[in-house]
């Protein structure tokens, strides 16, 4: 059944990621509950993306839904420009309060791509205004993924498909292979004392690169990059849209390391799933390289929508649903659902690895997957969940109940020939 609505504004409506011309029409959505997406037929499906890793306490969570109603009757939105108000500067405390080290300064924006701009613009103006000129590049890692932007396409992989088409528009990065063991530190050493005086920041997502794979590395890898950044004079960025708040076990996967960066880009989880909202979140050594009684000296940036206090009002709710502590033991119980139910999947054809990190689960595959046709299937078995790449992926929401969660995997052995 397609409803009305969607049969009206089909032909007006640009998608994300899909050939227009050949692809399958979405699923209509209607509501949203728990853990599961309520199609317009009536059919509810269970998701296993948790709407690209956003809703980590569930869709229509009460407590986050009462906040969003309270702030929207007192005010929806005020320009942050020369205004202040309570939502945002409360959550600005707060999250100086969760990170560690001295992460104290948030600079908000809607999305988390424009957070990693924002991110690349601080590290860039750190440098100028230190005096230092030539620092105009940034390092970054094949396989990872920081956004569609043209910014934060250069710093991408490459050979990422979505990108390449655009190769020598912007001004090119420096992509390295992320140092994994000792030798690889050691050519990445290399490389920086021969091209560091043009780098301004190393940037990286902790333990996970999200969108170019979910490709896992270690703490060892974190600690690495940080002696590197020390010894060549570069900032160093952790890119935790994808891994922040909870996502791979701990609250920010920086933990995993014991280390800081000097700049941190958040959004994903942020709100809990409800409203766009981003930080970066920069330490007081980059914060102060902009003090100054040189009006030049400032950050010339400000969305429009910076800091809506909507947005702030849906993070602070959620942050209230981390500070009780329970998320790490439903993180905990997805993680071992997750490993124990595609386990299986090792033995299926075309696959060459199974792994899971806190409640982020990946069956990864010799070849690129029929994305269009797979989502198709799951549908079929009850659940909504949309590979990338080489990788049938599970992100499912904390509170995913224990039977959802069997459902999850249980499509994916049905539907890769591993049941």
């Known amino acids: 059944m397609t409803p009305d609505w969607m049969s009206a504004g089909a032909a007006h409506v640009w998608r994300p990621y899909c050939q227009m011309q050949t692809a399958r029409p979405p699923l209509p959505v209607v509501a949203t509950r728990g853990s599961r997406l309520v199609l317009a037929d009536g059919r509810e499906l269970v998701d296993g993306l948790a709407s690209w890793w956003t809703a980590c306490h569930g869709y229509n969570h009460p407590h986050i839904a009462q906040a969003l109603r309270d702030q929207i009757e007192r005010m929806p939105h005020v320009m942050f420009g020369g205004l202040a108000h309570e939502p945002a500067y409360r959550l600005a405390k707060r999250l100086a309060d969760l990170l560690p080290g001295d992460l104290n300064h948030a600079f908000f924006a809607e999305s988390g791509s424009v957070a990693v701009e924002i991110a690349m613009k601080m590290a860039l103006q750190f440098h100028i205004n230190r005096g230092e000129a030539g620092r105009t590049r940034f ?119 014991g280390i800081e960066p000097d700049i941190v880009t958040l959004s994903k989880a942020l709100t809990g799933g409800t409203l766009p909202l981003s930080a970066a979140v920069a330490s007081t050594r980059v914060f102060e390289a902009f003090l100054s009684d040189d009006p030049e000296a400032a950050l010339m940036h400000g969305p429009t929508y910076m800091a809506n206090p909507l947005a702030c009002a849906a993070a602070n709710a959620s942050l209230d649903l981390f500070e009780d502590g329970a998320w790490r033991a439903d993180v905990a119980r997805v993680s071992a659902a997750l490993a124990e139910g595609l386990e299986p999947c090792r033995a299926a054809p075309g696959v060459v690895d199974v792994r899971v990190l806190g409640a982020i689960g990946v069956v990864e595959f010799d070849a690129p997957v029929a994305v269009g046709d797979l989502c198709a299937r799951f549908a079929e078995e009850g659940v909504w969940i949309r590979p990338m790449g080489k990788v049938i992926y599970l992100t499912p929401a904390f509170t995913t109940p224990d039977a959802d969660l069997a459902l999850l995997t249980r499509a994916v052995r049905r539907v890769i020939g591993a049941d």
Request: charged share 20%; hydrophobic share 45%; aromatic share 6%.
């Open 139 to 257: 390092l970054s890692f094949r396989g990872g993924y920081h956004g569609d932007t043209l910014a934060t396409m250069t710093v991408c992989d490459p050979e990422e498909g979505m990108h390449s088409l655009f190769s020598g528009v912007m001004p090119a990065q420096v992509i390295a292979d992320l140092p994994r063991d000792a030798e690889g530190e050691a050519a990445l050493d290399a490389l920086l004392t021969e091209r560091g005086g043009e780098i301004a920041a190393i940037l990286v997502e902790p333990l996970v690169q999200g969108a170019g794979g979910m490709l896992l590395h270690g703490p060892d890898t974190l600690r690495a990059l940080r002696r590197l950044a020390d010894t060549h004079g570069l900032l160093l960025i952790f890119d935790e849209i994808f891994t922040g708040f909870g996502r791979t076990g701990s609250m920010f996967a920086m933990q995993a390391a």
